[in-house]
């Protein structure tokens, strides 16, 4: 799996829309990028994945560029419920089987009021 | 909204003993998986399970692990005899298709072994 680089933390206002990068340099076409966060001493929770176009459901967004070496989450409007850490995780599709995932340290993005 | 539960939410054991960890997952889903994270680090993958049959394990998962779906509901995961070191938050998660797409957490057990 290719490997990611996130910022080791970021800092939004409430209300504000939170962008978080990710850098994936060496993503192979194969590999999806998926997105998953981690309120405190919580199970992850998924966020949204996409191969190469940009994806949004009622989460967020996901921004992949036109080389897919990069990524953006946004969170539109970010609230304080949102504090968490955020993965960003390249993984490819095998042909079948259920994969694991593999969780990097994350961006922990802290929403001050 | 459906979701993954899991029993206990916290086990204390003594170094030795064996344990049994259980996940409810979501009822229609196929694809099963455990992780851990010890204190202050990162979530580590153990198992995944599929069709009855383990279908990708990591070299945390050795031979004092094992994992089983004892009827249509239940999945557990056991660990032999503990250790000190196997002291963590294990988390079971749930996927209804194959590959690593959207896979449900659960709360979590915090395992803690003296």
């Known amino acids: 799996d290719a490997k990611t680089t996130q910022p080791t933390s970021m800092d939004c206002a409430e209300g504000r829309a939170a962008n978080l990068p990710c850098n994936h340099s060496?993503?192979?076409?194969?590999?999806?990028v998926y997105w998953y966060r981690q309120i405190h001493s919580q199970g992850p929770q998924y966020i949204i994945h996409?191969?190469?176009n940009n994806e949004t459901n009622e989460m967020a967004s996901l921004i992949i560029t036109e080389d897919r070496k990069s990524s953006t989450l946004i969170l539109p409007h970010a609230t304080l419920r949102d504090t968490a850490v955020y993965y960003c995780?390249?993984?490819?599709?095998?042909?079948?089987?259920?994969?694991?995932?593999?969780f990097g340290k994350g961006t922990h993005l802290i929403i001050q009021p | 909204e459906p979701e993954v539960t899991q029993t206990p939410s916290h086990q204390v054991t003594q170094m030795g003993q064996e344990v049994i960890l259980r996940c409810v997952p979501i009822?229609?889903?196929?694809?099963f998986y455990w992780y851990r994270q010890i204190l202050g680090q990162k979530v580590e993958f153990l198992v995944s399970?599929?069709?009855?049959?383990?279908?990708?394990k990591s070299e945390i998962f050795d031979d004092q692990f094992s994992v089983e779906r004892p009827d249509g509901s239940n999945f557990t995961l056991k660990i032999r005899s503990t250790k000190l070191e196997d002291s963590a938050m294990y988390f079971c998660?749930?996927?209804?298709?194959?590959?690593?797409?959207?896979?449900?957490f659960g709360p979590g057990t915090r395992l803690t072994v003296l």
């Open positions: 060496t993503i192979s076409g194969n590999e999806y």
């Open positions: 998660a749930s996927g209804q298709v194959a590959g690593a797409s959207e896979q449900f």
């Open positions: 995780i390249v993984r490819v599709h095998s042909g079948g089987g259920a994969d694991g995932l593999t």
């Open positions: 009822s229609n889903h196929l694809y």
């Open positions: 399970f599929y069709n009855n049959e383990i279908s990708e």
């Open positions: 996409g191969l190469k």
